[in-house]
Each structure stands twice: as C-alpha cells, then as structure tokens.
T-cell receptor
Framework: GEDVEQSLFLSVREGDSSVINCTYT??????LYWYKQEPGAGLQLLTY?????DMKQDQRLTVLLNKKDKHLSLRIADTQTGDSAIYFC???????????FGSGTRLSIRP | NAGVMQNPRHLVRRRGQEARLRCSPM?????VYWYRQLPEEGLKFMVY????????ESGMPKERFSAEFPKEGPSILRIQQVVRGDSAAYFC?????????????FGPGTRLTVT
C-alpha cells in the first residue's frame, strides 16, 4: 500500500535554511504536498507540486521532487521562529480520492 | 467567505457514550473528507463523502463509526460507545471537486477526549 515517511524532528538555528525530507512509495502519485500544523491548530497547505515537475519555488519555500528515488524535500530559507511547527509531507493515492500523510517532522528553531 | 467549520472544537465523553462531530464545508463545496490524527501521528484518512453518498470509507473502523453528509446541513461523524483509543483530533476537509485534491481545505479539527 501507499506509505509516506519522514524524520520526526529537525532543529535549526534562526536564519539558517531548514530542509525537511520525505520518501513515498506510490509511484503513481499525482500531487505531493507540504502542510504546516501549528500547536492546537488545523492544517495549512503550504505548497504542492505536480508529479511531472522537479522543482517549485514560492518565496522562502523550495520544493524538490526526485521521482526516480521517490524523494520529496521542503527547503525553508532564512528560518524564523514563526516557522516552528509540524510539517507534513503528503501525497494523493493512485485513485486520487484521498490524501496520504506522513507522520510529520517537528521543526524547532534555536536562537 | 468562511472556511471549513467544525464543532465542537473540544469534546469530552465518558467511555460508552456517543460522540457526534459536525463539519460544515466551505460554501459551494460538495465533497467532504474526514481524517483522524492520533497523538504524535500524522492524519489518517477515514471517509470521503459527497452529498448523500459515501464514496470511499476504506479508512473507517468497521464498528461503532459512521458518517453522513445529508442534502441539507453539515456532515456528521458519529462514534458510538466511545473507548479511550478513540481520543484523537478529527479533521474535516472539503473540496469543490473530487479530483482536484490540492484544493482540499481543512477545518480546525475537533479534539475528542474519552475519559
């Protein structure tokens, strides 16, 4: 079945770049997503990428997709304290009827 | 334009009671999805509904859980005879179309605590 995996924790210094990595198993994924969840809040869609793209950039966010290795990454440039949150990697399943989520990476920022 | 609304935001139930979670999709959206997030885990798909129809319930537990999305009114996720393991955050999402999942908008969630 489909599976999405990501590391549980990442700690970076304020001002540095954060890179959050994710691997997935469904080679027929149509869209891949990054969501942000702040404590006690719902999910905010940060960005998504179509499976036929290699890269997408949106202000401080850069998404890289390596379809051969089924690897997705999210880079946050100039990381700020407001970026502290849990970041979920996700994909649509092959039937495109639901979103499959990873377990989330908790990003913490050091001063 | 109000986003996806869920209520209550927090719900406490004793073991054996029923929990009813409500979700009002964004205006004009006729596709609703329910997800469950256990503590320290990601979201797991439960069920996908269109108005008056269940499209995909492959993530729903076989017993005690049911969902509906009537022609009028919010979508309801019902959990009968709750147990401690049902304690989780339940998120609803809605979309205009069932094919453009990148347009799936999430509500703030209902946090269910079973005591």
């Amino acid at each position: 079945g489909e599976d999405v995996e990501q590391s549980l924790f990442l700690s970076v210094r304020e001002g540095d770049s954060s890179v959050i990595n994710c691997t997935y198993t469904d080679s027929s994924s149509t869209y891949l997503y990054w969501y942000k969840q702040e404590p006690g809040a719902g999910l905010q869609l940060l960005t998504y990428i179509f499976s036929n793209m290699d890269m997408k950039q949106d202000q401080r966010l850069t998404v890289l997709l390596n379809k051969k290795d089924k690897h997705l990454s999210l880079r946050i440039a100039d990381t700020q304290t407001g970026d502290s949150a849990i970041y979920f990697c996700a994909e649509t399943d092959s039937s495109a009827s639901k979103i499959i989520f990873g377990s989330g990476t908790r990003l913490s920022i050091r001063p | 334009n109000a986003g996806v609304m869920q209520n209550p935001r927090h719900l406490v139930r004793r073991r054996g009671q029923e929990a009813r979670l409500r979700c009002s999709p964004m205006k004009g959206h006729s596709h609703v999805y329910w997800y469950r997030q256990l503590p320290e885990e990601g979201l797991k798909f439960m069920v996908y509904l269109q108005k008056e129809n269940i499209i995909d319930e492959s993530g729903m537990p076989k017993e005690r859980f049911s969902a509906e999305f009537p022609k009028e009114g919010p979508s309801i996720l019902r959990i009968q005879q709750v147990v401690r393991g049902d304690s989780a955050a339940y998120f609803c999402a809605s979309s205009l179309s069932g094919t453009d999942l990148y347009e799936q908008y999430f509500g703030p969630g209902t946090r269910l605590t079973v005591t």
